[in-house]
């Protein structure tokens, strides 16, 4: 009898020390991602000290051309594109300051003050931001139409081939799967588009 009841505080001891053990490991891993989001989070907040180090570069060696070379180039045009670039970050990282702000976490809302002088992202991270802003441009603006309308009306032809959807069998419902769709405008072009549904 003493064997038994042995045996079985062991195993309780057993599944006790497994499961704390999942336990932390449950937390290290709600770090980890903490700690992911929080970087991501400062990487959007960083975008304009980011790009206004590579927009300096620009402007200053624009600024050390000899005249003699200037008559050679569309030298106010260029210097006004470059004006235009500052103007660009400053209203993309406006947005991107929203977009922190609904996400960010509470014990994290400091970030979102920050003057950030120089940026402490990671470079894949800036990457990504970047990566971003081209998106929301391809998917939510007028410049991005003709790029969206490249990338996904071909798509939107195919799926009204294969689903005829204003036939008489309008009960029947329709199932498309759209992997990586980026910011959600291809799911919503199949939906309104293909599937005649704003729904």
Known sequence: ??????????????????GEAEERAGDENNDAEEQHHLDCNIALLQYSVYLQKEIDRREKHLKQLPNIHRQYLPFKKMLNDVS?????????????????SGSIYE??????????????????HMSKVKTTIEQIVRDWSKEGEAERNECYLPIISELKKHLPINNSNTSKEYQVLVPGFGLAR???DVRIKVCKSKK
């Open 1 to 18: 009898m003493d064997t038994i009841e042995n045996n079985t505080d062991k195993d309780r001891q057993e599944q006790d020390e497994i």
């Open 84 to 100: 235009k670039l500052k103007l660009a970050v400053n209203t993309n990282q406006i947005l991107l300051n929203d977009i922190v």
């Open 186 to 188: 291809i799911l919503l």
């Open 107 to 124: 014990k994290h809302t400091d970030y979102l003050h920050a003057k950030f002088i120089t940026y402490t992202a990671k470079p894949h």
